[in-house]
């Protein structure tokens, strides 16, 4: 069982970014599915979580109205849509899974990095 | 500013014990389960102590952790060299709606 996310890269500030987490060795729609960052030197921060069903879905005030989720469930995989990026959102970028909203985040990706710099 | 507290570093040599807090609420520990994370230098953070104080299969009995009220504690019995990571504290929280992450603990071995 492992995620693996993509997508990452440089990016203006004020640009957009799409970021994938493509799943393996499981159904990725029977869990719950968080999106972690990691600024350079600093510590975890939660970005997002949906459930596997989509009927919750949440964000970290600091993304929220910039930051989206999709679920592609035929391709096992998620997408994080970011918007007017700002350099505060530089970051490496985990895809995390658990299988409740509440319980430990079993399966981590290797992470992609988002770099926001003009 | 995390929603969860733990001291920024802790330090033994091999062998010793090493313990560190995780400081919440009670709209976070204070209701629900405490997971620890272990994050080595350049690698994914994995899960070290998942529902308060359970070990995955493989992490070594020498890791252990406690909660009571709106606080937790990892404790790392005879330490080692490759213990040297950094540490995270991890709970749901009501306010947030989501989940919150400790600032981290980085244990250096002396």
């Known amino acids: 069982m492992q995620v693996a996310e993509s997508g990452g890269g440089l990016v203006k500030p004020g640009g957009s970014l799409r970021l994938s987490c493509a799943a393996s060795g499981f159904t990725l729609s029977t869990y719950t599915i968080h999106w972690v960052r990691q600024a350079p030197g600093k510590g975890l921060q939660w970005v997002s979580s949906?459930?596997?069903?989509?009927?919750?879905?949440s964000f970290a005030d600091s993304v929220k109205g910039r930051f989206s989720v999709s679920k592609d469930d035929a391709n096992n995989s998620l997408s994080l849509q970011m918007t007017s990026l700002r350099l505060d959102d530089t970051a490496v970028y985990y895809c995390?899974?658990?299988?409740?909203?509440?319980?430990?985040?079993?399966?981590w990706g290797q992470g992609t990095m988002v770099t926001v710099s003009s | 500013q995390s929603a969860l507290t733990q001291p920024p570093s802790a330090s033994g040599t091999p062998g010793q014990r090493v313990s560190f807090s995780c400081s919440g609420s009670s709209s976070n520990i204070g209701k629900h389960i405490l997971h620890w994370y272990q994050q080595l230098p350049g690698t994914a953070p994995k899960v070290l102590i998942f529902?308060?104080?359970q070990r995955p299969s493989g992490v070594p009995d020498r890791f252990s952790a406690s909660k009571s009220g709106t606080s937790a504690t990892l404790a790392i019995n005879g330490l080692q060299s490759e213990d040297e990571a950094d540490y995270y504290c991890a709970t749901w929280d009501d306010t947030l709606n989501g989940p919150v992450f400790g600032g981290g603990t980085k244990v250096t071995v002396l």
């Open positions: 949906i459930s596997g069903s989509g009927s919750f879905l």
């Open positions: 529902s308060n104080n």
């Open positions: 995390a899974i658990s299988g409740t909203k509440q319980s430990s985040f079993d399966i």
